[in-house]
C-alpha cells in the first residue's frame, strides 16, 4: 500500500506517486499496423467456422467484452471462464485472467487456435489470408516482407488493442482537477473505496490490471467454475485461485463480474468483494455510494468506423463451421 | 424483355425505361429512427444467447452477408438457407428468398423470434428493451411514445437498413456516363449478361430482387437443401423452387451463392445459372468476361462508426445462451 493509500484520503492525484493515473490516449500507433489490425480482429475468416472474430467475445460495441458469463466457442462450447474486456488492456502485467501471455502479441495467438474458442490453427489461418489479394497487398505494405507469419497477424491484432483505450473518464477530469467532474455521492464512493482497501488492489491507470490476488482472501470463493487460476501458469500451489485483478475502467459495461461471471450486477460485486476479499459487509448506503463512484470511470468508447473487409478469393479455404 | 434487351445491347442507358438504373444514395432517411435502428441491428441482446444480432448473420463488414452457405443459428443450429445480403435489400419486391415478408419491416421481427435463428421473442426482447434506460429514452425521443413495441423496432431496424445502399460501383459510374469506368472485357461481359438473357431476370437498379423464378428452368436443380421456395408461402405447386432473384449487386462480396450457398465462386455460379436457366454452356473466355463484368458491381460500402451500445441495467433480464 503507498503511503497515499493509508492516509486514506480521497484527494488522489494524478501524481506518478499516486494511486490512481489517467488514462492516456494511445502514443506511437503504428497507423498502418493498426488498421490492419483492425480488419483482422473484426474477420471471422480467423476462426474454423468463419463465424467467431476476436470482437464476437471482446465486443467494441459492448464494453470490449461480450456480457455473457463464460463466453461461446466455436459449435456452441461454453468457455471455462468469463471474457476479460479488450479495454485499455495494454496496461495489464499480462494478459488471460492467469496471465499466461506475456502481452497483447502473444495473447492474440491464443483464441485462434484454441480448439474451444475459434478453433483454427495458426498454419490454417494463415493459408486464409494469404489467399486473400487485398490482405496479401496490405501486409507487403506494412511488414515489407513477402511471407505473412502469425507473428505479423498477431503484431497488428496487438497494435489496434493498443489503440482501444479509453480517456476522459468523469474521474478522470476529477483527477485532472475538474472538481465538478463527481457528484458528492461519487467522492463518497471514492473514499470507500480508498479507506476499505478495495484500491490496494484496484489503482493505477487502469484500476487494477497490475497484479495476481487470490479470488477468497478473508473468506473462500465458492465457484462452479473449474479455473485455478495462476497456479496453472507457475505450476506453484501457492498461486491456486490467484486471477489478474481485473480493471474497473468501464465496469459499468463489462458485467457480469469475477472470473466466472457469477455477479450480474455492480452491487453484487461490491458486497461479494467487500466480505470476501476485505472482511467487510458494506451498508446499502455505502455500496450504492462506492456503484456511483464506479460508474466514474467509464471513458470514452474507441470510436472508429467498422472496417470493411477484403473478399476471400476463389482460392480461399472456405470456412466448415458443421464438420468435425 | 425490354426492346433493350432484345436489342442485345451494351449501351445500356440509365433511363426510366433502360434494363438497369444506378443505385442512388438513399433518401427521405429518419436519421433518430435510422442511428437507433442502427444500434438495435448490432445488439445481440435481441437473441436468446446475447450473442447473435442481425449484424452475425447480414455482417457490414462482408457484404452485409455471413460468407456461409447457411448460417449459424442459436446453439449453433444450421440454418436451412443462405442468408441474403441486406445490402440494397430496400429495393427487392419482398424479403427473404421465398418472399414471405412484405418489406424490411416486416422482415426484422423474423429471425428474433426464429427458434432456429436468434431463438428470442418479441415479448422478451422488448422486456430487454426496455429495461435499458438509455434504449427507454432514445425510443421515446424518436417515437415520442411511452411504450416501446416490437413494430418500434422493427421499424427503427428498416429505418436503418434503407441506409444501406451501395451508390458509385464502376458499373454506376459507366451507366452515368463515365466510359473509363469499365474496362472492354467488362463491356464484353455486359455484352454477354444482355445477349445471353442473364438479364431477363437480373434487371433494374438492384440487377435482381425484383421478381420470383424457378431455380432451374432448363434443366433441374440439384440440391441437398429442403427449401421449397414460393410455394411454401403461396400454397400453390406451381410456385415450388420459385425464389427471389437476388440482386448481383456486390455479389463478389456476396459468396457463397444461391439460395443452398452450393456455388462457392462467381466462376461456378455464372457456369450453372448459363446451363439450368439458359440452356448455354458458356465458354472459359465468356465466363472470364462474365465474371469479371459482375465484379464491376461492387459499390462504395455502407461506412459508418461501429456503434456503441447503452449497457444494461441491473433490471435487464440476462441471456441464457446454454439453458433450453
Not at 57 to 79: A, V, Y
Request: contains cysteine; glycine residues 10%.
Amino acid at each position: 500500500m503507498s503511503a497515499a493509500l493509508a492516509a486514506g484520503s480521497a484527494s488522489a492525484q494524478n501524481t506518478e506517486g499516486g494511486l490512481f493515473q489517467i488514462v492516456k490516449p494511445a502514443a506511437n500507433v503504428n497507423l498502418g499496423k493498426s488498421e490492419l489490425g483492425k480488419k483482422l480482429y473484426f474477420d471471422p475468416r480467423l476462426s474454423k467456422s468463419g463465424f467467431i472474430s476476436c470482437n464476437s467475445c471482446h465486443n467494441l460495441s459492448m464494453g470490449g467484452s461480450d456480457n455473457l458469463p463464460t463466453s461461446i466457442g466455436d459449435k456452441w462450447q461454453q468457455g471455462p471462464i468469463n471474457s476479460p474486456t479488450v479495454l485499455n488492456s495494454s496496461m495489464n502485467l499480462a494478459q488471460f485472467w492467469d496471465g499466461r501471455a506475456a502481452d497483447l502479441k502473444e495473447q492474440a495467438g491464443g483464441p485462434i487456435a484454441n480448439p474451444g474458442e475459434m478453433a483454427f490453427t495458426h498454419t490454417l489461418a494463415i493459408g486464409v489470408i494469404e489467399s486473400i489479394p487485398a490482405y496479401a497487398r496490405e501486409f507487403k505494405t506494412v511488414f515489407g516482407k513477402d511471407k505473412i507469419t502469425i507473428d505479423q497477424v498477431t503484431e497488428a491484432i496487438a497494435e489496434f488493442e493498443k489503440t482501444l483505450v479509453t480517456p476522459n473518464s468523469r474521474f478522470d477530469q476529477w483527477l485532472l482537477g475538474n472538481k465538478e467532474a463527481m457528484t458528492p455521492k461519487e467522492l463518497a464512493g471514492l473514499k470507500l473505496f480508498q479507506d476499505s482497501g478495495c484500491v490496494a488492489c484496484h489503482n493505477g491507470p487502469a484500476l487494477g490490471g497490475n497484479s495476481f490476488q487470490k479470488m477468497g482472501v478473508v473468506a473462500p470463493y465458492k465457484t462452479k467454475g473449474g479455473a485455478e487460476g495462476r497456479s496453472a501458469v507457475t505450476g506453484q500451489e501457492v498461486d491456486r485461485f490467484n486471477f489478474k485483478v481485473p480493471t474497473l475502467r468501464n465496469v459499468e459495461l463489462t458485467y457480469p463480474y469475477f472470473h466466472d461471471g457469477a455477479a450480474n450486477t455492480l452491487s453484487e460485486a461490491v458486497d461479494v468483494m467487500g466480505r470476501l476479499q476485505l472482511g467487510k459487509n458494506f451498508t446499502k448506503d455505502e455500496n450504492t455510494k462506492i456503484v456511483a463512484f464506479l460508474k466514474t470511470l467509464t471513458g470514452d468508447q474507441p470510436l472508429f468506423r467498422l472496417p470493411i473487409l477484403p473478399p476471400s478469393s476463389d482460392k480461399t479455404p472456405r470456412p466448415t463451421p458443421f464438420s468435425k
